[in-house]
């Protein structure tokens, strides 16, 4: 005992003969800036910041639009379509996620330069270049949507959103901060998207010689490893030239539009052309094969290697392992679903017959008492109806009201309240039994080859009519024509409806809308695109009731929309807080 007392105390004078650190708290281990410039993951951790904020799903905004419902009554959609959007509700916001990334960009250029990435100073120089090239492109990409969304009509004039190009902090001068015009936004777009094509390869391959290095890096005695270890194939999902092409169609597109275009320069002539530089990227008027169901070609999708794309996807976040998420959501209720998107009557009618004539016309062949027979092939593909087949097992679907099964019409909870649901975006090998789950890897495009040729028909139609290629190697009849004969709409080997129209502007331009609206379904454009053409907004959201083998069309939900809605809102507090103007009606 008297040995163990004696120890303590020697410790303890041993101790108070030193110096007392071990008494005072520890620095934290907390970062800053100032610790950037030797730590490139550090630094590449704000870069990372902007890709996290990219889009990671499907977000179903079409349940806002006259294309579907909720099965949920209380979706925030089913609320905002029906009366309840507001500037301080706003489901489509893209105020607090666009601004969070262009922050951490933002910091991420402001610091790109001082970074020692490499020893080597053309991989160094590789490095710095790449990565503020990435910020460029992706900021862009974040400005266009908040463009999409917060841009608009105020004071007599088309508006834009504050620009942001230095990272704030608590000494920045926000009391000056004023809403730019919509022109000073696209002008900031496109030069940001100048500076990441001139910054970034086109696409992220390994070279097998000298030949491929750029000169700058050649001069710096860069090698084939170096470049292939910084720009070459690993890299690949980034941002790349060849993205940045295709934000700046999609920008351009926005700008030339009915509800845009007075407050702009961007002229239809130029969006069409920034489409043709990425078409013409992608080898001409050439489209994907199995394009039309990019999310279940299950073998490719599910033999991808790291990185690589298939023909119908110009960029795509990475594929996280199997799910069944996305599944969880859309089966109907039999298959063990909660059946949440139901389309409408509305998008169903907007497929043509499969000689490629809309139902409404004379020569199209369409029976009411048997509305799904000889229609588009895509229209199968795309949607489940009464008496259709899906899942790992190939169920039967009855959505009529004496079907007999929870799939019918309003007949528990998770029931479609349209009569259909959804086929598109799902991998039909998952099961969801309980007693058998099993999951499949998805597919998550953040831009598809076919927009950008759909966004080539339609400014090509607007700036030179339907049969004019304004000095490029196909015109907006041929890009449709190709995009038809691919959904298998032709008769005795013609597109006669086509045909028909393809002097004639004005149906064209009707012809080119629906089409984007069939292709580029329940992927988020149909919302934005209504509000882009000036359209109106409030069609009633219809459904079909089949009942004793009769189909009778009835409406399901309003479309509660001003006409000022054409353009969304700025977030009420931002209005609050700095006292911006906001946009007419709000």
Known sequence: MYKKILFFVLVALGLSSCEADFLEPAIENNRDLNDIQDEPSFALGLLYNGYTRLPGGFSFNDMATDDAVSSDEDNAYSDMATGQWAANFNPVSQWQNSYAAIQYLNLMLSKADTVTYAESPAVNQMFKDRTKGEVYGLRAFFMHNLLQAHGGMAGGEILGVPIFLEPQDSNTDFSSLQRATFEAVMQQIYSDIQNAIDLLPLDYEDIGSEAGIPDVYLNMDANVNDYNRVLGKTNRLRMTGRVALAIRSRAALL??????????????????????????????????????TWYDNRSEIDNLAAGINPPEILWRSNMPGPSSALEEQIYPPSLFGDGLVNPTQNLVDAFPMANGFPITHLESGYDPANPYANRDPRLLEFIVVNGSQLGPFNETILTAVDGGTIDGLNIVESSTRTGYYLRKLLREDVNLNPQSVNQQRHINPLIRYTEIYLNYAEAANEAWGPMNSGGNTYSAYDVIRAIRERAGLSENGGDVYLESIKADQDAMRELIRNERRLELSFEGFRFWDLRRWNEDLSEMAMGDKIENGNHTIIPVEPRLYADYMIYGPIPYSEILKFGFTQNMGW
């Open 255 to 292: 700008a030339a539009s009915p509800a845009f275009n007075q407050g702009t320069t961007t002229t239809w002539e130029d969006a069409a052309n920034y489409a043709a530089d990425v078409i013409d990227e992608n080898g001409g008027n050439v489209l994907a094969s199995n394009g039309v």
